[in-house]
T-cell receptor, first 111, second 111 residues
Framework: RKEVEQDPGPFNVPEGATVAFNCTYS??????FFWYRQDCRKEPKLLMS???SGNEDGRFTAQLNRASQYISLLIRDSKLSDSATYLC????????????FGAGTRLFVKA | DVKVTQSSRYLVKRTGEKVFLECVQD?????MFWYRQDPGLGLRLIYF???????EKGDIPEGYSVSREKKERFSLILESASTNQTSMYLC??????????FGSGTRLTVV
């Protein structure tokens, strides 16, 4: 079983739709959580950190549920430019620094 | 903004050649990483470094070595390139358990 699991998709949604991505992690010692966005043939870029209290950045909302070891990303009012792969990332610093990337969820937003 | 610069965007090398991939970051980050990314396999950690002259093996170090003589520079070396090392190589840097900044990647083809 992978330490960080994501639905690979692809998710095909129309413009204006709300879409949610889920991610589960297996190591309860995980401390930091992130969502990255990766455009085709480009490098991953940090989209947002994820906090227990939840956080929002414009149309994007991230949630963390430590009890269920679950992270989510909600995109409201999808734009064509949101089409990308979204990577869930989990990090810990217990006896060594370790960051684990999920394999990513592919999103296509259609006109 | 942190900038991570990889020396080449595209590279074509012959089987058996020694290949050097260079990465430089300009924000005094202690941590630097080399990943490769392949379709369906996601990001896989090759080597990482927490300090000058320090290096640690990641998940797939075989066939690779690294060098970190200066804090800002982390080099990945393919001792004898093989066709199965054809991939996208991504360098990243970070501060402790924080989000990464990636370079734009080097797409290496070994023929």
């Amino acid at each position: 079983r992978k330490e960080v699991e994501q639905d690979p998709g692809p998710f095909n949604v129309p413009e204006g739709a709300t879409v949610a991505f889920n991610c589960t992690y297996s190591n309860s010692a995980s401390q930091s959580f992130f969502w990255y966005r990766q455009d085709c043939r480009k490098e991953p870029k940090l989209l947002m950190s994820v906090y227990s209290s939840g956080n929002e950045d414009g149309r994007f909302t991230a949630q963390l549920n430590r009890a269920s070891q679950y992270i989510s990303l909600l995109i409201r009012d999808s734009k064509l430019s949101d089409s990308a792969t979204y990577l869930c990332v989990v990090a810990r610093n217990t006896g060594g620094f370790k960051t684990i990337f999920g394999a990513g969820t592919r999103l296509f937003v259609k006109a | 903004d942190v900038k991570v610069t990889q020396s080449s965007r595209y590279l074509v090398k012959r089987t058996g050649e020694k290949v050097f991939l260079e990465c430089v970051q300009d924000m005094d980050h202690e941590n630097m990483f080399w990943y490769r990314q392949d379709p369906g396999l996601g990001l896989r950690l090759i080597y990482f470094s927490y300090d000058v002259k320090m290096k640690e093996k990641g998940d797939i170090p075989e066939g690779y070595s690294v060098s970190r003589e200066k804090k800002e520079r982390f080099s990945l070396i393919l001792e004898s390139a093989s066709t199965n090392q054809t991939s996208m190589y991504l360098c990243a840097s970070s501060l402790e358990v924080e989000g990464y900044t990636f370079g734009s990647g080097t797409r290496l083809t070994v023929v």
